[in-house]
């Protein structure tokens, strides 16, 4: 029997691409797939029992493509980087006008505008999406943020809306704008999670090292939390993480895991960008930085026996301090987040709706918490010059938990225990919060070293002052 054309087809079958062709098949679409090891082909289509009805399995590129409706739909789910560009190459010649090839990877946004222009040339589309969820989101309903052409986002819409995470209902996908902004805001998605997981993992350090907690009564604390505004999954995988035995021990999992996080680039190529265009976001740089020193296990190994804490006298905060501290902590790096985003959005001209995207993020992809709906709001409502920390509600919220973020830091400080990114966020809060700061002092500097100039409060234009002379006429 020969079967229908499919809906789309899906290139790569390792875990995300076999998770979402089963989810398209469920959903009741048609899925060609194949891979570049073709052996996996058949084991996949087993592990697909019943699903495998719905789907085209082809050995070839060639047979994949020709399996396909037109305009043809082709998701990617290869690593991103050479390959992708390596693949494009092969799958050029098999196209027409009018097709769209998407790359569900975690790409750089850079190489998506690039590559955007390079299908757009051919009449081809190319899309970037960012996918998040994992494993388990791309089975069962993932966020998606897409980025590419009308035309293109009409021909995945459908599918992607019914393979989506819901939220009372609502898909967790949107159309975001042209060529790289569903990747840039993957990645600053994936930002935010480095910065969220090292609050987290600053919060377990503060009571394991500084109130002696074990492991399991941590997981148990974050597991009450989940009842309270700090919902959210990356708490809960905590929370079950923290409570999980060792076989081989009987003790914590977490305690049998050295302390050595790994990263694959999303929260760097985050900063990277943020500074590029003049944004410092010091909540995910605190994230990035500390991964990198948690790699640096022998040298802190030496460092313990050399450098002395000099610790002062600092209790210990309660449970319900660090709830909110992490609350507080949590809305700034978000802000920082949507920081980065606004002004990629005025420098590539996206036009990216920050309260669509923060709800395609309340379900399905690894920051969803009960905050998301928060921030969804004030977005749609009046927001002062457009930062989420000037919503009235998001103010009133971080009034409430600033001083638990305070006394945590303090206490962190005195018992010397890192909190690089609970610290950040709350030095970024006061730095906000300062009409006047001090970087007149640091116009000085430059003026005086390398007469750099600069503005005066009581006049326009551009000054400099002659500082020796000055020194020594006052003196
Ligand atoms: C997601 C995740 C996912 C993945 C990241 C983590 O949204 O589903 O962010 O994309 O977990 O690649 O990146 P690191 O390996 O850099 O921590």
Redesign the pocket.
């Given at each position: 029997m020969t079967k229908m054309k499919a809906d789309i087809g899906v290139y790569g079958l390792g875990t995300m691409g076999s998770a979402l062709a089963l989810n398209l098949a469920e959903s009741g679409f048609q899925v060609a797939v194949t891979n570049r090891e073709t052996d996996w082909i058949a084991t996949f289509m087993q592990k697909a029992g019943p699903l495998a009805e719905q789907l085209t399995p082809a050995n070839t590129l060639e047979e994949f493509v020709a399996a396909l409706k037109t305009p043809r739909t082709i998701l990617f789910m290869i690593p991103s980087g050479a390959p992708m560009d390596a693949m494009i190459d092969a799958v050029l010649p098999l196209l027409e006008k009018g097709d769209t090839i998407i790359d569900g990877g975690?790409a750089d946004f850079h190489d998506t505008r690039r590559r955007f222009k390079r299908l757009a040339d051919t009449g081809a589309h190319f899309v970037g999406m960012g996918?998040?969820?994992?494993e388990q989101?791309a089975r069962h309903g993932p966020s998606m943020m897409v980025g590419g052409t009308a035309h293109s986002w009409q021909q995945l819409k459908p599918m992607a809306e019914a393979i989506a995470a819901k939220y009372n209902g609502a898909p967790c996908v949107a159309h975001l704008g042209p060529d790289g902004a569903g990747h840039f805001v993957?990645t600053v998605?994936?930002g935010i999670?480095?910065a969220d997981m090292q609050m987290i993992a600053e919060v377990y350090g503060i009571l394991r090292d500084g109130a002696g907690w074990e492991a399991p009564r941590i997981g148990a604390l974050f597991e009450e939390w989940q009842n309270g505004p700090l919902e959210s999954y990356l708490i809960e995988v905590s929370a079950a993480a923290l409570q999980t035995m060792d076989a081989d021990t009987g003790l914590p999992v977490v305690d049998m895991i050295l302390d050595r996080a790994?990263?694959?680039?999303?929260?760097r190529w985050t900063l990277i960008e943020a500074l590029k265009m003049g944004q410092s976001a010091n909540t995910i740089e605190a994230a990035v930085g500390a991964r990198g020193w948690s790699s640096e296990k022998p040298v802190r190994e030496v460092a313990q026996t050399i450098l002395t804490a000099g610790t002062v006298q600092s209790d210990v905060p309660d449970a319900a301090e660090l709830e909110k501290a992490l609350l507080a902590a949590r809305i700034l790096a978000h802000a920082q987040g949507f920081r980065i985003l606004a002004a990629a959005s005025e420098e590539f001209d996206w036009a990216l709706d920050l309260a669509r995207i923060s709800e395609i993020w309340r379900a399905g992809?690894?920051i969803r918490s009960a905050l998301l709906d928060d921030f969804a709001q004030a977005f749609r409502d009046e927001l002062p010059m457009g930062h989420l920390i000037l919503s009235p509600a998001i103010a009133a919220m971080l009034a409430d938990a600033i001083p638990a973020l305070r006394r945590v830091v303090m206490a962190g400080a005195g018992l010397g225990t890192p909190l690089p990114a609970l610290s950040s966020a709350l030095a970024w809060y006061d730095s906000m919060r300062h009409a006047r700061g001090t970087a007149n002092l640091i116009q000085a500097q430059r003026d005086f070293f390398g007469a750099h100039g600069f503005a005066r409060t009581d006049q326009d234009g551009k000054f400099h002052a002659d500082w020796p002379t000055l020194a020594s006429e006052q003196a």
């Open positions: 975690n996918v998040s969820g994992g989101g993957k998605h994936n999670e480095y790994g990263q694959k680039g999303t929260g992809c690894i």
